[in-house]
């Protein structure tokens, strides 16, 4: 299976340290669709690289800091979702590539979420994930999920997680307990220190989309895109500072022994505290 992280480069819009500006409707959804063609542009080319499953990173459709935007935000988000929705169907069934997209999503009663929608190779919408741990400021306008899924591929076992719930152990290994073969996340805080973890403890594959910062290359404790194999090796991994297509060639299903020592030895009778 070739899977594709798509890295981005972020634009003005995810200038989280030194905002500095308000947002018009116009403003804001021109540095939008500039984001979304810039993914657009990757997925093709990913698709040319043979992909079988493509990943962005996470809410690549947003609209800046909600606070900094002079209109509502989730109208721009509900007028603009299906078209950039349908952009991805096409590209799916035309590159015959399945394609994991993180976006925010917004419903008619205005709810919004920070989601991630499955278009299969055939450019169906076989389903999606709704981030279920919601990070600093996302509280205040998103609406969190409240399940983890996993889909069944011709592949094997694929689950999703975004961003800020790979930090809680307790994600991952809901999906890895439903037969997670591999889990994706569309990222923009992805951590070497986590990755391997998630990875190692529960015996699976672990790949992030994760998004190059706007104003820096990434640094510190984040890491580029990733996969990372059960073992909790890293397999292959992206630029720090560079956009572009990262590319690996797994057969996700050959985690099941690793997945079976991890799990085979498990006492969840003993565990009743985390439940409380």
Not at 143 to 157: A, L, N, W
Request: proline fraction near 4%; glycine fraction near 8%; include cysteine.
């Amino acid at each position: 299976m070739k899977i594709a992280l798509i890295q981005t480069k972020q634009n003005e819009l995810y200038d989280f340290e030194n905002p500095g500006k308000y947002w018009s409707r116009r403003e804001a959804h021109e540095k939008q669709r500039e984001m979304i063609e810039q993914n657009i542009r990757l997925l093709e080319k990913a698709g040319r690289l043979g992909a079988d499953l493509a990943v962005t990173s996470e809410a690549v459709n947003f609209a800046g800091p909600p606070e900094f935007y002079l209109d509502d935000y989730a109208e721009l988000i509900w007028d603009t979702q299906r078209e950039y929705e349908e952009e991805f169907r096409k590209l799916a069934k035309q590159a015959q590539m399945a394609v994991i997209a993180g976006m925010y999503r917004a419903e008619q009663n205005k709810k919004l979420y920070n989601s991630a929608l499955f278009w299969n190779r055939q450019g169906e919408l076989v389903g999606g994930y709704d981030k279920v741990h919601l990070a600093g400021s996302e509280k205040q306008y998103l609406s969190p999920g409240e399940d983890y899924r996993v889909f069944d591929t011709t592949f094997g076992k694929i689950g999703i997680g975004i961003c800020w719930d790979m930090q809680f152990p307790e994600c991952a290994r809901a999906m890895a307990l439903q037969g997670a073969d591999l889990i994706v996340c569309p990222t923009w805080g992805w951590e070497t220190v986590y990755g391997p973890a998630r990875a190692y403890e529960n015996g699976i594959y672990v790949a992030a989309a994760m998004a190059v910062p706007y104003r820096t290359e990434t640094q510190g404790l984040r890491s580029p895109s990733q996969i990372i194999g059960p073992e909790g090796k890293t397999l292959c991994s992206g630029s720090v500072k560079e956009a572009g297509v990262v590319m690996g060639d797994v057969k996700i299903r050959d985690c099941k022994e690793f997945r079976r020592l991890r799990m085979s030895d498990r006492r969840p009778e003993t565990y009743y505290i985390l439940y409380q």
